[in-house]
């Protein structure tokens, strides 16, 4: 990385520390659960709905579901 470069258009802090942390509560703390596996499928869809929760976003997945329920009904 050219930190003088990102220093310069004012990046501010650079550094892992904040992406090890999201990776540690978003990925591994329900990835890793005593008896998990998972396909790469499957992991890739729990992985984003995680992101979508920590991002407050759930609502949005509620109102998709409901979406998709009330088409199939009718």
């Known amino acids: 990385m050219n930190y003088p470069q990102y220093k310069k258009i004012g990046a501010g802090i650079i550094g892992s520390g904040a992406i090890e942390s999201a990776h540690r509560t978003v990925v591994q703390k ?4 005593s008896g998990q596996r998972w396909s790469r499928r499957g992991a890739q869809n729990m992985l984003n709905l995680r992101v979508t929760k ?21």
């Open 30 to 33: 329900r990835m890793k659960q």
């Open 54 to 74: 920590k991002n407050n976003r759930w609502s949005k997945i509620v109102e998709l579901v409901k979406e998709d329920f009330f088409r199939e009904a009718a």
